[in-house]
């Protein structure tokens, strides 16, 4: 009679541990981010502060490319991660007019159709927030800062 | 709208680092079988009655009619204002006051307010104040006999459309879904109390039954003849009454929870959910309340019958050792969003209709800080609840054991406790976002 018990909660138990593992080998890049928070990152940047150094596009930070045609999302999509403190580029064309928005950054855009749109900021905000067509409501990443 | 948030929000959160939940898996694990074959062999925590009675002249003020009544209609007053808000204010869900209440304020704050004071809403509940008023219309309640038997269940489905509201309906955050969904809730459940009497809130209104099932962890429990009293909370989340459909309650909270986890993994959104449509969701949301389910009776089927016990009762016997378990994943999911999107409400309130100049308590201006809590807090609040929730959890069916059998076995609880183990593993997992 203990046999048949006994052998469902190995069972469970096996697919709990399975779960765990198939968890390391999935977001090996989001473990290595880790919790690098810099201390310094108190306030979020607005905008425009991180104009400051414009003559230097490609010297630092991390430059984030996105292409929409036709309602399809190419370029740098699905979750992108970033870490904290990063001075981030982000780069949108669209076929169609429409208005960019980066969620707990609340930054925004006008996108004029084949015309690339660039938004720049310090990532100094912890967490994932979702980079958006504010009319559309496509999705067009997810950026993950941490 | 937006795939990654709950009902509303501007961000989700980091992925918990892989150190926390290694060390959290490892804990659950260790402390399960510490509690199994270390703590007490003979029940040990009072029942109903083992607390301390409050004052008597406390408890006529706290269930007399006046405080109670007077509690339901500012209720229903915030009700109607936001009901206003969201069909007549500014009609951006960034602008607009009702999402927010609703998803963030009202639904996560319900926990902590009904964890720290007992079930808040089914005193303040404005329904139970607008039935009384229209009770002339149906005097008789024709259904009340049938109330015993349904039990938790039309609350379970009650709660079950809101969480798939929240969850998976596209519309959620705009701010006439919020009117409608206030409004039909109203008319549906006053006519069924209508026809049910007043007992349909206890057994129908899906967010009364979830304070009440949450203010069980609560310090605040009633002895069985009325009296209140201070009681140990593991003592009161084990005396609440055996009904119908209280596992369907918990396995409902604890299914919509992992889903919501699920949701926000990258593997959801670029596989089973890369459709980002209600069918996906709804298929989603049914799938993993449907695994908890599954999990939940297998464990308390095989704990029962290695136990000799009569397999009927054992679903409904162990469910209240689930809701701290059910605890800890709302409190890992949900903490964030009212720390740090929970602003909004406050920020919203100073101008609700968003008229020129309007700003009633100063913060309209104000910004929210999305970085008052820090990441590595945050990380620490989810796997500290989830942990917590467990080591309870394991700690009531332990409990819960002797008390049906002085004699039991540890071995007899082992098939529960790994179910649980699964649980809080699991949790783990999706906070990891595997």
């Not at chain 1, 036709?70 to 064309?93: C, F, I, M, N, Y």
């Amino acid at each position: 009679m203990p046999v048949r018990p006994s052998r469902l909660p190995a069972a469970l138990a096996g697919l709990g541990l399975a779960a765990v593992l198939t968890g390391c080998a999935g977001t090996d890049e989001a473990a290595s981010v880790g919790p690098t928070t810099s201390s310094s990152s108190s306030a979020p940047a607005p905008a425009g502060t991180s104009s400051a150094a414009p003559s230097t596009p490609a010297a630092a930070g991390q430059r984030i490319e996105v292409t929409v045609t036709g309602g399809q999302v190419s370029g740098d999509t699905g979750r992108v991660p970033v870490p904290a403190g990063e001075h981030v580029t982000l780069v949108v064309t669209s076929d169609a007019p429409d208005e960019l928005h980066v969620h707990g950054y609340d930054l925004g855009a006008d996108l004029a159709p084949g015309t690339p749109a660039t938004v720049e900021f310090d990532a100094t905000i912890p967490g994932v927030f979702e980079v958006e067509l504010h009319e559309a409501g496509t999705l067009l990443l997810s950026l993950q800062v941490g | 709208m937006s795939v990654l948030a709950h009902g509303v929000g501007s961000r989700t959160d980091l992925p918990i680092p892989i150190g926390f939940a290694l060390y959290g898996a490892g804990a659950a694990i260790l402390a399960s079988f510490a509690v199994l074959l270390v703590f007490w062999r003979s029940p040990r925590l009072g029942g109903p009655g083992s607390g301390r009675p409050l004052p008597m002249g406390l408890q006529r003020l706290v269930d007399g009619a006046p405080l109670r009544q007077c509690l339901q209609a500012v209720a229903l007053l915030l009700a109607a204002v936001v009901v206003a808000v969201a069909l007549w204010g500014p009609q951006d869900t960034d602008r607009n006051l009702a999402p927010w209440v609703l998803y963030v304020t009202f639904w996560v704050g319900l926990v902590p307010l009904s964890l720290l004071l007992g079930p808040v809403a089914r005193v303040a509940n404005p329904l139970r104040l607008l039935h009384r008023g229209l009770q002339v219309l149906a005097p008789g309640a024709p259904g009340s006999g049938r109330l015993p038997a349904l039990g938790l269940w039309p609350a379970a489905g009650s709660l079950l459309v809101f969480v798939w509201l929240e969850l998976v309906y596209p519309g959620r955050s705009e701010p006439a879904t919020v009117a409608v969904f206030l409004l039909g809730y109203a008319v549906v459940h006053v006519g069924l109390a209508l026809w049910f009497g007043e007992d349909w809130f206890a057994h129908g209104d899906g967010f009364e039954a979830y304070s009440t099932l949450i203010a069980r962890l609560s310090p605040w429990g009633r002895r069985d003849d009325g009296r209140l009293e201070l009681r140990n909370p593991l003592a009161n989340a084990l005396a609440t009454p055996s009904q119908p459909g209280l596992a369907a309650l918990v396995v409902v909270l604890l299914g919509s929870t992992a889903f919501d986890g699920l949701s926000r993994t990258v593997f959801w959104q670029t596989g089973p959910g890369s459709a980002d449509d209600t069918l996906s969701g709804t298929l989603g949301l049914l799938a993993m309340i449907a695994v908890v389910a599954a999990l939940y009776v297998l464990g308390t089927r095989f704990s029962g019958r290695m136990a000799g016990q009569d397999p009927a009762i054992q679903p409904a016997r162990y469910a209240a050792t689930v809701i701290p378990i059910a605890l800890g994943y709302t409190v890992a999911h949900y903490f964030s969003l009212l720390a740090l999107d929970g602003q909004t409400t406050w920020i919203l309130a100073s101008n609700p209709f968003g008229a020129d100049g309007l700003d009633l308590f100063g913060t309209y201006g104000n910004r929210v800080d999305l970085t008052a809590v820090g990441s590595d807090a945050i990380a620490l609040v989810q796997v500290g609840a989830i942990i917590l929730g467990h080591v309870v959890g394991v700690t009531l069916a332990h409990e819960r054991a002797l008390l049906s059998a002085r004699r039991a076995r540890a071995s007899d609880q082992l098939p529960l406790v790994i179910v649980m183990v699964c649980f809080t593993l699991g949790g783990l997992g999706l906070l990891f976002g595997f």
